[in-house]
């Protein structure tokens, strides 16, 4: 499926075909063989996957793979060793070469995509604004938080946040996937800000998130296309965790 502001083409060779998730946010469904059964632990691997794995602070999906022996529930996913394994409700996981149907439960996928856009835009509204860098963050559907070393933090801080966020959501910012050379990410004041010159020089290229006019950064989770899609972002608590350690807590609604 052709996606605009999509560059699966400079992809790392194979990852169009196996990590469908990092080209395509919106694909929900996909055909796999099965290439290798954990029976004691209940997961198996797959030859490609939609389901996004738990990592860089976005939860895994869930959903269903089918066989034609039945459906096996989805209920985590992890990659080990660079390898996503799939843990699976039942007793009986399919055999090594049989093919299953894979579906990802879309509601709760795309609530942690416009989620994790949402905190982009936070990084990038408090980049714009204070010069001040994420350091950290959580989300799990439509919540989530990120730490900013903030030396201090006024009590109308999270009201103008909002405001700033949702201006940004109406500007309906293009979101574009793109993969990037090291040396060309290296050398990028965007990419640079966010730190990512401190990810193992292996990885190359790196995927970048670009909300574009806004924000970029590395990152390997799943976003939307616009800023539009993410409804409206309310700030639910601004907190201090101590020194130059400043928590924004935000929540996604409809719009
Ligand atoms: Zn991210």
Same mark, same amino acid.
Not at 42 to 69: C, I, K, M, N, V
Not at 148 to 163: Q, R, Y
Not at 190 to 214: C, E, F, H, S, Y
């Given at each position: 499926?052709?996606?605009?502001?999509?560059?699966?083409?400079?992809?790392?060779?194979?990852?169009?075909?196996?990590?469908?998730?990092?080209?395509?946010?919106?694909?929900?469904?996909?055909?796999?063989?099965?290439?290798?059964?954990?029976?004691?632990?209940?997961? *198996?691997?797959?030859?490609? !996957? $939609?389901?996004?794995?738990?990592? &860089?602070?976005?939860?895994? %999906?869930? =959903?269903?793979?089918? @066989?034609?022996?039945?459906?096996?529930?989805?209920?985590?996913?992890?990659?080990?060793?660079?390898?996503?394994?799939?843990?699976?409700?039942?007793?009986?996981?399919?055999?090594?070469?049989?093919?299953?149907?894979?579906?990802?439960?879309?509601?709760?996928?795309?609530? *942690?995509?416009?989620?994790? !856009? $949402?905190?982009?835009?936070?990084? &990038?509204?408090?980049?714009? %604004?204070? =010069?001040?860098?994420? @350091?950290?963050?959580?989300?799990?559907?439509?919540?989530?938080?990120?730490?900013?070393?903030?030396?201090?933090?006024?009590?109308?801080?999270?009201?103008?946040?909002?405001?700033?966020?949702?201006?940004?959501?109406?500007?309906?910012?293009?979101?574009?996937?793109?993969? *990037?050379?090291?040396?060309?990410?290296?050398?990028?004041?965007?990419?640079?800000?966010?730190?990512?010159?401190?990810?193992?020089?292996?990885?190359?290229?790196?995927?970048?998130?670009?909300?574009?006019?806004?924000?970029?950064?590395?990152?390997?989770?799943?976003?939307?296309?616009?800023?539009?899609?993410?409804?409206?972002?309310?700030?639910?608590?601004?907190?201090?965790?101590?020194?130059?350690?400043?928590?924004?807590?935000?929540?996604?609604?409809?719009?």
């Amino acid at each position: 499926m052709g996606v605009p502001g999509n560059f699966a083409d400079r992809a790392p060779d194979g990852l169009a075909d196996t990590e469908l998730f990092a080209v395509d946010a919106y694909r929900t469904t996909f055909e796999a063989r099965v290439l290798e059964v954990d029976r004691e632990g209940g997961r *198996l691997r797959l030859d490609r !996957t $939609a389901f996004y794995p738990t990592g &860089g602070g976005q939860p895994h %999906d869930t =959903g269903t793979l089918t @066989t034609s022996e039945g459906s096996l529930e989805v209920t985590g996913v992890r990659r080990a060793a660079g390898l996503i394994w799939h843990s699976v409700d039942g007793a009986d996981l399919p055999d090594v070469g049989i093919e299953v149907g894979g579906e990802i439960d879309w509601v709760r996928r795309f609530q *942690l995509m416009r989620t994790h !856009t $949402a905190l982009h835009i936070l990084c &990038g509204v408090i980049w714009a %604004d204070h =010069g001040i860098p994420v @350091t950290g963050g959580n989300m799990e559907p439509l919540k989530g938080r990120l730490d900013f070393p903030f030396p201090a933090m006024s009590a109308d801080l999270g009201a103008k946040v909002e405001a700033r966020i949702n201006d940004e959501i109406e500007r309906a910012h293009e979101i574009v996937v793109d993969f *990037l050379p090291r040396n060309v990410a290296d050398a990028d004041p965007a990419l640079i800000r966010t730190a990512a010159n401190l990810i193992p020089a292996v990885i190359d290229p790196l995927r970048i998130i670009d909300i574009v006019g806004l924000d970029r950064q590395a990152d390997g989770g799943t976003h939307v296309l616009s800023t539009a899609e993410v409804g409206r972002v309310r700030v639910t608590g601004t907190e201090s965790k101590g020194k130059d350690n400043k928590r924004i807590r935000l929540e996604v609604v409809d719009a």
